[in-house]
């Protein structure tokens, strides 16, 4: 079923929809990421100024005393109390200026301050700046990154008398006052370039001139002053273009204070045009006439829905994978009402996993909220919830004995573990694919180190310290390198009856090589590179039994507490649900355009989906594969709902693939290049930082990884879980410890 789009003149516009939102979309990250940062500098700037200004007068105090009396005295103040005044407001003023703290009312005072110092005393350019910049802050507040505004919160709530009413009458002074100053400043700058091209003077009431530079910054505008400023400054004034015009003046600004001599006043100029590129010319423009005028006719601008929600056709998404997420943001502009369900609340970065394992990060670093992602989108809902079943009769998905109705399905549900039908070594040999996983893999290493510390038993401390990957593919490989690297460098001074240096790691591999997805040279370089970090590669290996004790190896036993699980997948039951055709390892066969074969309106991607769409050979579990997949199915269901042609057949551009060993060893497999060691080392880490979700994950993650390359530390050993999931083994060294701490 498809769902036109209304009018036509809504196809022959959707270019120009587009290029407003991707406008405002720029405009809002430029405020909100430059504009806090920009606000701080400006007001660091004139606190140092003034600062530096009341020091030296303090440290002078006679000298002050001298100058207020004599250079410049002020008629309706004696010179004493004009000196403490003035070296008052400018030590108090800047300090408070500087921290974002009382902010308005420091604003205020050094402002007055400046322009009694500019009528009372010496006219220049830059107190006039002084003036016009502090009443930014006076009108504005001090902005995001402010005492003020990590205060304001807690002021309105708190029981300080007057809190809430004086934080009220700065948002109305704000609201009101704003438009005027934006207009007035807009004016002033521009007058200032009309006056300084034209070289005039201002006539007064009784017949004489004054010169303009006591009011207008006349003198530094005249160093740049030319016909294409002149227009720059015409736009400035009415507000038409404001931010391009501002941008303008600013490259005038800058391009003759470099190549010339410049004038003391030219940084001021170019902080008050930076904020008019920020904020933009305020109500009282033409801009903001044109913008009353867009959002009339795209709503979504001004924060309004585009059409309603209930008239639309309904996608759900099953899965908030990088699949999931993907499809879901290319849909958030589509005339779409988009469901996101999964068990969790977060995207989860899987390739990560292994880090929050061995207690390189923590599960927070790798994991984003999903609601957050689209917090900004009206026609995308979040529901966390469990999914157990699909009624493709009814297009209703079941959700935790709710049914929720589709025009469109699209399954992105991933894979589990797959211990090839010996689901009882589950207990004993975890994977790594859930959060959960992850800290019990952590806990399971980081206990076996404790317990070696505590037991008598030589035999017992050897099985303790010997930890066992089975699967050489890059999750294993991956694991190995780590743990290797935590005992080798990590620890090496945390326990005193053992070195942990000594831990025995053991990958075991059933094929011929490891990553055998691989060049075959690669895969022997990650042979090598994990040997010099002492682990053992038992290659054309199989597990023939997992307990307590540890594992049979090709028929030797290896006495090891602690086993990791990397050797398969298999697809969630999401083939059952549909009743479709499966591969054995469970995922759905999906046509060229990844729908499911005889359900049309139903789509499978990522490690759900057998989509055989990489030079005939299945599309691989990757992450680049799944969000591939999510930008195509989106596209489909665009094309449908918009009753526009079909896109082509799904192929899969393979982008390469990496695996860290571990410190600056790595490899990756783009093809027609390879790359190993350090290069690999450093490409793996740009490339997992950029598909992190979310800038805070990809910061916290990469100052973690810079200290642990400085230090070889982490800050994350932590163990957690109760004694009911540890093993049976791992119980009675517990207990042993806990007697001897008793003791």
């Not at 009011?215 to 530094?220: A, G, K, R």
């Not at 958030?332 to 989860?348: G, K, P, Q």
């Not at 697809?571 to 355009?593: F, Q, T």
């Amino acid at each position: 079923m498809t769902y036109p789009l209304a009018p036509k003149l809504s196809y022959r516009l959707a270019w120009l929809s587009g290029l407003v939102n991707l406008s405002i979309v720029a405009l809002r990250f430029l405020e909100r990421s430059a504009g806090p940062v920009v606000e701080l500098l400006i007001r660091l700037t004139l606190a140092q100024g003034f600062f530096v200004s009341g020091v030296l007068k303090a440290a002078q105090w006679d000298n002050a005393l001298y100058l207020a009396a004599h250079e410049y005295p002020v008629s309706w103040l004696n010179p004493v109390s004009a000196a403490w005044l003035g070296v008052l407001i400018e030590l108090l003023g800047s300090v408070l200026l500087a921290a974002g703290l009382a902010t308005r009312f420091a604003a205020l005072a050094l402002a007055a301050l400046a322009l009694v110092i500019q009528f009372s005393y010496q006219t220049l350019d830059t107190h006039l700046f002084w003036a016009a910049l502090l009443l930014w802050f006076v009108v504005h507040g001090a902005g995001t990154l402010s005492l003020d505004r990590l205060l304001a919160r807690g002021l309105a709530r708190t029981a300080v008398p007057f809190a809430g009413v004086v934080l009220r009458l700065f948002a109305d002074a704000t609201h009101w006052l704003a438009p005027l100053y934006s207009l007035l400043l807009r004016w002033w700058l521009a007058l200032a370039v009309l006056a300084a091209i034209a070289d005039v003077a201002i006539a007064t009431s009784n017949g004489g001139a004054m010169d303009l530079a006591a009011l207008l910054p006349v003198t530094s505008a005249a160093v740049f002053a030319s016909p294409l400023t002149l227009v720059g400054a015409a736009l400035l004034a009415l507000g038409c273009a404001t931010r391009l015009a501002a941008l303008l003046l600013m490259l005038a600004v800058s391009t003759v204070h470099m190549l010339g001599p410049g004038v003391e006043a030219d940084p001021y100029w170019f902080m008050v045009l930076a904020l008019m590129v920020l904020w933009g010319p305020g109500l009282v423009s033409l801009d903001a006439l044109v913008e009353r005028a867009l959002r009339r006719r795209f709503p979504r601008l001004a924060g309004q829905p585009a059409f309603a929600l209930d008239s639309v056709p309904r996608v759900v998404i099953v899965g908030a994978g990088f699949g999931g997420l993907t499809c879901a943001a290319a849909l958030t502009s589509a005339r779409v009402a988009v469901t996101v369900i999964d068990r969790h609340n977060y995207h989860l970065f899987q390739p990560l996993l292994y880090q929050v394992a061995t207690s390189g990060l923590s599960p927070g670093d790798i994991a984003t909220p999903v609601r957050g992602l689209f917090r900004e989108h009206f026609n995308v809902r979040v529901l966390f919830g469990e999914v157990n079943g699909v009624d493709s009769v009814r297009q209703e998905v079941l959700m935790d004995g709710r049914r929720i109705a589709y025009d469109y399905l699209v399954l992105a549900t991933g894979a589990a573990h797959s211990y090839f039908g010996r689901d009882d070594w589950a207990p004993h040999a975890p994977g790594l694919k859930r959060v959960e996983d992850a800290t019990e893999v952590r806990r399971r290493l980081l206990t076996a180190f404790e317990q070696a510390e505590v037991t008598d038993d030589p035999a017992e401390q050897a099985s303790l310290l010997t930890f066992l990957i089975v699967g050489g593919g890059p999750t294993g490989v991956e694991l190995a390198g780590a743990i290797a690297e935590l005992a080798k460098f990590g620890m090496e001074k945390d326990f005193r009856r053992f070195d942990p240096a000594a831990a025995r790691v053991i990958l075991v591999q059933s094929g011929p090589r490891l990553l055998p997805t691989f060049a075959e040279d690669l895969s022997l370089r990650t042979r090598q590179a994990l040997e010099r970090l002492g682990v053992e590669v038992l290659l054309d290996s199989r597990v023939e039994s997992i307990d307590d004790r540890g594992v049979i190896v090709n028929g030797r036993p290896i006495a090891a507490r602690t086993v990791l699980w990397a050797a398969g997948v298999v697809a969630s039951p999401a083939a059952k649900w549909l009743g479709a055709e499966a591969d054995p390892a469970g995922r759905v066969k999906v046509g060229p355009d990844l729908s499911v074969h005889g359900l049309p309106n139903v789509f499978a991607i990522g490690d759900t989906a057998l989509a055989n769409a990489w030079n005939g050979t299945p599309v691989p579990g990757l992450a680049p594969a799944a969000k591939q997949g999510g930008h195509h199915v989106a596209r489909v269901i665009r094309a449908r709902v918009e009753g526009r042609p079909a896109p082509a057949a799904f192929q899969y551009q393979h982008l390469g693939s990496l695996a860290t060993i571990g410190r600056k060893a790595a490899v990756a497999d783009f093809g027609f290049v390879k790359l190993h060691g350090g290069p690999a080392w450093w490409l793996w880490g740009a490339v997992h930082l950029g598909f992190l979700v979310g800038l805070r994950n990809r910061i916290s993650v990469m100052l973690d990884w810079f200290w642990a390359y400085l230090t070889y530390r982490s800050g994350t050993r932590l163990i957690t879980g109760g004694a009911g999931s540890q093993k049976p083994g791992q119980r009675c060294a517990v207990t042993a410890l806990q007697r001897q701490g008793a003791a």
